[in-house]
C-alpha cells in the first residue's frame, strides 16, 4: 500500500549540484526511518545517508560535507542535497524504508524505483 516515487536525478557536470526527492504514499500514520542508497556500475549498493524518524542524520564518509539529508514530514517527503559532484558518485540512487505503520498495519523494506544519476563532462 505504501509507495516510494524517486525523482530529481540526471545528468549533471562535476562540481555541480542535484536534489533528489523521494516521496511516500499511503496510509501513514507515523513518521518514519529512511535511506538513501546507491548502486553505481560493477559495484555493490551502499547506504549513502540515512534520517530517523527523529531527525538524527548519518552519512557514508564518501559523501560527508557534501550532501544533506532532510525530511518534510507534512508531505511525506525526504530529500537529498548532492552537492560538489563527482564522477564516482554516479549511480542509481534509490530510497528505502524498513518499517512503516499505517492505518492496517506495518508495511516493512519498502523501496523506490530509483534514479538515475550521472556525474560526468
Known amino acids: 500500500q505504501v509507495q516510494l516515487v524517486e525523482s530529481g536525478g540526471g545528468l549533471v557536470q562535476p562540481g555541480g549540484s542535484l536534489r533528489l526527492s523521494c516521496a511516500a504514499s499511503?496510509?501513514?500514520?507515523?513518521?518514519?526511518?529512511m535511506g538513501w542508497y546507491r548502486q553505481g556500475p560493477g559495484k555493490q549498493r551502499d547506504l549513502v545517508a540515512a534520517i530517523t524518524r527523529r531527525g538524527t542524520t548519518n552519512y557514508a564518509d564518501s559523501v560527508k560535507g557534501r550532501f544533506t539529508i532532510s525530511r518534510d514530514n507534512a508531505k511525506n517527503t525526504v530529500y537529498l542535497q548532492m552537492n560538489r559532484l563527482k564522477p564516482e558518485d554516479t549511480a542509481v540512487y534509490s530510497c528505502n524504508v524498513p518499517d512503516v505503520v499505517t492505518t492496517e498495519g506495518h508495511e516493512y523494506d519498502i523501496w523506490g524505483q530509483g534514479t538515475q544519476v550521472t556525474v560526468s563532462s
Open positions: 499511503g496510509s501513514i500514520r507515523r513518521n518514519y526511518n
